[in-house]
């Protein structure tokens, strides 16, 4: 493999600027309070507007959906970035980019607030605003930002986060800041090469911090849920995507909770659970040939080094469609780990793909690689069913 592969270019950059202004065809459908499960009128007469104004010109019959774990702040991250009038991210995810890139769309889940200063990590995470625009020049598209610690700068964040998410032109999903906001914007529908996704997002909880009103903030709780899986349905989705932010931390296999749980949303209707939280990466199954549960993709960017709390997922889903109806063509994982200024002696800590050389590494930070990458691969190659690494 070349190494310039890894290397990040100017080229890269171009490209993703090119792709930001031509990726995303978003819609916010206004919908009624009652639901269309069952019923006789399709959604169209339901909701004349759902699909007005939409117009996609590349409309093919594949989509590539890229998911990626929690990004982490922590205090560490934020000194090392720190550089003269502001902060720089630039190296961070240049080794993923193309990768992340090379999906149609890219959706990972915030893990911070943007909520300004004073910047801070664990345990009430409040992360430069420039931490956001590096993830969006890494090429994701969508970011979950309800979690355990969306509410770690209270208001102020809840309500920063979205303003900052709003001026880059980032679609979020999670939190809100009011019921007529999420009202207004939830479910989300994401619409790319003429395929319509209806993406939900759920945490546990918020670490014991009350959600400051008006705010909103997606808790999991099945009468809420099962809700807006009839209003996602409503919206004549060709899949429904839900984003947990759920299990116990690092815990290598999901909990009975979390298993009951995709049981429920796969039996109402949601095709493809995502999940998020664990800090480490637990297995990921193709069911029935149709619907993607990953348990959970681990962190993709932290300072944490406890157990393989440094290394994640990205999991890759490609759908198909003939005559309207959408299939999974594909499944997989690749494996990402974050190498720490104190190993490795550069400025910042740096995402990499587990096949980077070795040449670009020192002993420290090879045998971190490899203790993670043995620990996954044996986990995977135990419990994965049917999606395979890449
Ligand atoms: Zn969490």
Redesign the pocket.
Known sequence: MPISKYLPTFAAQKRNQMRKLILLFLSVAILPSCSAKGGSSSSSDMYPNADSGIVDDNATDSLTILFAG?MMQHDNQIRTAAVAGGFDYSDCFAFVKDQVEAADIAIA?L?VTLGGKPYAGFPRFSAPDEYAKAIQDAGFDVLTTT???CCDTGSRGLGRTLQVLDSLGIPSLGTYRNADDRAGRYPLMVEKNGFRLALLAY?YATNGLPVPQPYVVNLIDTVQIKQDIERAKAMNPDVIIAFM?WGI?YSLTPSNTQRWQAEWLLSHGVDHVIG????VVQPIELRDSSHLVVWSLGNFISNMTKGTTYGGLMVTLKLTKKQQKTAVNDASYSLIWTSRPAVSGHRTHRVYPIDVPDSLLNIKERSMRDVFSRTARNLFNKYNKVVKEQ
């Open positions: 929690d889940n893990e979690n355990n610690h945490t932010h931390e998020s939280h664990p800090h």
